[in-house]
Nanobody
């Protein structure tokens, strides 16, 4: 079992930046593909970004391309989401997720991820 705990959320003005962290415990995530999802009020949870277990590839949602990036520190068992040029439409609860499959594909579907954090709130004011 892997436990994921997100942190770093908060309130920021449009155009600002935030860095979210996802600390894993229970076992190493070095062989796990990691993803971030978000859920705005009244909307379904959606894919944001993922990093392949080997960290050689990143997959982005079109809405965040060029503004967000993801990194994975296997030594710290932690994943980071760097969010720049934030927009009000980026507001939502951000969730970290782990795919233990170990394959070469980064999924955007919620059902493909095995472990989830409890989420951290990000609010972007206009």
């Amino acid at each position: 079992q892997v436990q994921l705990v997100e942190s770093g959320g908060g309130l920021v003005q449009a155009g600002g930046s935030l860095r979210l962290s996802c600390a894993a415990s229970g076992r190493s995530i070095s062989t796990y593909t990691m993803g971030w999802f978000r859920q705005a009020p009244g909307k379904e949870r959606e894919f944001v970004i993922a990093i392949l277990w080997s960290t050689t590839n990143i997959r982005y949602a079109d809405s965040v391309k060029g503004r967000f990036t993801i990194s994975k520190d296997n030594a710290k068992n932690t994943v980071y989401l760097q969010m720049n040029s934030l927009k009000p439409e980026d507001t939502g609860v951000y969730y970290c997720a782990a795919d233990r499959d170990g394959g070469s594909f980064m999924y955007t579907s919620i059902s493909r991820y095995d472990y989830w954090g409890q989420g951290t709130q990000v609010t972007v004011s206009s």
